[in-house]
DNA sequence: CGAGTTTGACCTGCGC
DNA sequence: GCGCAGGTCAAACTCG
């Protein structure tokens, strides 16, 4: 069974505006089951974040909560990258680099002297499930799996399989409690979700959703 | 047979 | 410069 609730952590980056909030507001705050099931549907990803990152702020007008297991997530190394690095991220120069990684295979890209990483914005979550991958509408392949330092679980490491798009996610266990599942995306998706085309209402919203 | 997964090797960045 | 750890590749393998 999955779930009661999970953990949302938004790295701090322009372009969530798109969202009409704050990513401060949304840091830390809880989500209810339905975003952690098996099958969360495109259509109450994005108004779940919404509804949830208004609670956890009335939440926190009210009572000074805030669990363990929030500080846990932000030692985590992804998401240490999240918040230590996105302004790296934000200031680099984007031309050039992003050239040559379309045009030419991973191999032969390494081989390019001196270019310069383009990292993407990221953002990580965590819920509690049995299940590592969580379905967002998009279809992942498995590229590498990797064993973690100080962790008894790997990290798994997928891309979108649709053409020319290329985020990519990282599925871990959490070291200190095995239920918790912590994604991290990576990137933008430059199409829509791959199953929800009966809703294109739902596909908006997980547009704005994964930037 | 094509798509997806596994897994060892390799590459790169970073700290010392 | 060296070693470690994280990230990626790609051949081999599995599965439908």
New binding site residues.
């Given amino acids: 069974m999955p779930t009661q609730m999970g953990f949302f952590s938004f790295a701090p980056h322009s372009s969530f505006p798109q969202l009409g909030i704050c990513q401060q507001s949304l840091k830390g705050f809880t989500i209810p089951h339905s975003l952690a099931a098996d099958a969360p549907s495109a259509a109450n990803l994005t108004e779940t974040l919404l509804s949830s990152a208004a609670a956890k702020q009335r939440e926190d007008m009210t009572a000074n909560l805030g669990g363990p297991h929030f500080f846990s997530l932000q030692r985590s ?1 992804a998401n240490l990258w999240a918040w230590g690095e996105v302004s790296e991220c934000l200031s680099s120069k984007r031309s050039g680099g992003d050239d040559q990684y379309l045009g030419v ?3 032969k890209m ?1 081989k390019i002297k001196g270019r310069r ?1 383009v990292r993407e914005p990221r953002f990580c979550f965590k819920t509690m499930s049995d299940v590592d991958v969580l379905d967002d509408g998009y ?8 064993v ?2 100080n962790t008894l679980h790997p ?1 798994s ?1 997928y891309r979108c ?1 649709q053409d020319n798009c290329r985020v ?1 996610k ?1 599925v871990e266990r959490l070291a200190e409690d095995p239920r918790m599942v912590i994604t991290t995306y990576e990137g933008r998706h430059v199409h829509s979700p791959s199953h929800d085309l009966e809703d294109s209402d739902a596909q908006s919203h997980l547009n704005n959703f994964f930037f």
């Fill in positions: 190394s295979s991973s191999m390494k990483k279809k992942w392949r498995k590229y590498g799996q990797k973690v330092k990290r490491y399989t990519k990282r």
